[in-house]
């Protein structure tokens, strides 16, 4: 889902070489040789972190040099449209999450369709999202929140990233399957949002960070989104699982080159990606993160696109929200 969040490694700079071999750092390359991956999010944020992962061996698959390059802000755009930009021989290339299907829903200033704007290189990894609540709250499983929630009719609330983000959007697609009237309360980022639940002051979030502070105590997680459980939290279960269905959606990170990219460069690209999400390395580390290696052609990847926006269009249209 659309991610905002604060960063958490500061030592990171904005603009990183990342070798060949190894992941090496490189002192000097020049640029012509050099592939560039733009990542929409700030250094040190979940997308960043699993965009470092990838990219440490990315290098090393395509016989290039990768320069990891941080271009956040305006909800994601002023990185993709750089990347719209870019010349197309796939020496540029965007490394994003759902973030990229949802932002030409709501930013109207945003023209691009997401389906068929850029050149798909391939769908990295799926995470689930967890559906986490304050743990004073006097529920213990995701049936026990929606009766609860429907026994207090707009008094109890759900925090987000703000207006269209990620949150935003599965917690109206959440009230509209469950049938509890929540009330939506933005902040500036998921990690703010996910604070103010642990402090109590909010009752519900989705988010996909949550672990760590779950083991505090401080929050419970009741659910997770998507098709299988998280391996981190194997007693856990789906949202399908704890007997809601329709919100089986995963979260993602994928690789876009510019339009107009020549098909030969696109899968060139491709087997390199999938060749890296081989790598035991690689896995054991999303394992950490909770993601899980999604290897494939190009068009998994426009099939997910394709998927969210049908999903977040009609939850768009049915909460009747507006976005300025």
């Given at each position: 889902?659309?991610?905002?969040?604060?960063?958490?490694?500061?030592?990171?700079?904005?603009?990183?070489?990342?070798?060949?071999?190894?992941?090496?750092?490189?002192?000097?390359?020049?640029?012509?040789?050099?592939?560039?991956?733009?990542?929409?999010?700030?250094?040190?944020?979940?997308?960043?972190?699993?965009?470092?992962?990838?990219?440490?061996?990315?290098?090393?698959?395509?016989?290039?040099?990768?320069?990891?390059?941080?271009?956040?802000?305006?909800?994601?755009?002023?990185?993709t449209s750089a990347v719209f930009g870019a010349k197309p021989d796939g020496n540029t290339l965007l490394l994003t999450n759902i973030?990229?299907?949802?932002?030409?829903?709501?930013?109207?200033?945003?023209?691009?369709?997401?389906?068929?704007?850029?050149?798909?290189?391939?769908?990295?990894?799926?995470?689930?999202?967890?559906?986490v609540v304050n743990a004073q709250l006097p529920v213990k499983t995701l049936q026990e929140f929606v009766d609860h929630a429907r026994?207090?009719?707009?008094?109890?609330?759900?925090?987000?990233?703000?207006?269209?983000?990620?949150?935003?959007?599965?917690?109206?697609?959440?009230?509209?399957?469950?049938?509890?009237?929540?009330?939506?309360?933005?902040?500036?980022?998921?990690?703010?949002?996910?604070?103010?639940?642990?402090?109590?002051?909010?009752?519900?979030?989705?988010?996909?960070?949550?672990?760590?502070?779950?083991?505090?105590?401080?929050?419970?997680?009741?659910?997770?989104?998507?098709?299988?459980?998280?391996?981190?939290?194997?007693?856990?279960?789906?949202?399908?699982?704890?007997?809601?269905?329709?919100?089986?959606?995963?979260?993602?990170?994928?690789?876009?080159?510019?339009?107009?990219?020549?098909?030969?460069?696109?899968?060139?690209?491709?087997?390199?990606?999938?060749?890296?999400?081989?790598?035991?390395?690689?896995?054991?580390?999303?394992?950490?993160?909770?993601?899980?290696?999604?290897?494939?052609?190009?068009?998994?990847?426009?099939?997910?696109?394709?998927?969210?926006?049908?999903?977040?269009?009609?939850?768009?249209?049915?909460?009747?929200?507006?976005?300025?």
């Open positions: 889902m659309l991610e905002k969040r604060d960063k958490t490694m500061t030592f990171l700079r904005r603009r990183t070489f990342i070798g060949g071999a190894g992941g090496l750092l490189l002192s000097s390359v020049r640029a012509a040789e050099a592939v560039r991956v733009i990542v929409p999010y700030a250094a040190g944020g979940f997308t960043d972190i699993g965009a470092r992962v990838i990219c440490e061996q990315l290098g090393q698959a395509l016989g290039q040099p990768v320069i990891i390059e941080n271009r956040p802000g305006g909800g994601t755009r002023i990185g973030a990229y299907s949802i932002l030409p829903l709501v930013d109207p200033s945003v023209k691009y369709d997401a389906p068929t704007a850029a050149a798909p290189v391939g769908i990295a990894s799926v995470y689930p999202i967890a559906v026994k207090n009719p707009g008094k109890l609330t759900y925090g987000s990233a703000g207006p269209g983000s990620g949150a935003h959007l599965g917690g109206e697609l959440f009230k509209s399957l469950t049938g509890t009237d929540l009330v939506h309360v933005p902040f500036r980022s998921t990690s703010n949002a996910l604070t103010e639940v642990a402090a109590g002051r909010v009752d519900l979030t989705f988010d996909g960070t949550a672990l760590e502070l779950a083991k505090t105590g401080k929050v419970r997680i009741l659910a997770v989104s998507g098709t299988d459980r998280d391996p981190r939290m194997p007693d856990v279960p789906t949202v399908a699982e704890a007997g809601l269905k329709g919100m089986e959606t995963n979260s993602w990170l994928g690789i876009f080159a510019p339009p107009g990219t020549p098909a030969a460069v696109v899968e060139r690209l491709n087997q390199a990606l999938n060749t890296v999400l081989q790598k035991e390395a690689l896995k054991a580390r999303f394992r950490e993160l909770g993601m899980v290696p999604r290897s494939g052609p190009p068009s998994l990847l426009i099939d997910q696109v394709r998927h969210d926006t049908d999903l977040y269009r009609r939850v768009i249209h049915e909460a009747k929200l507006k976005f300025e």
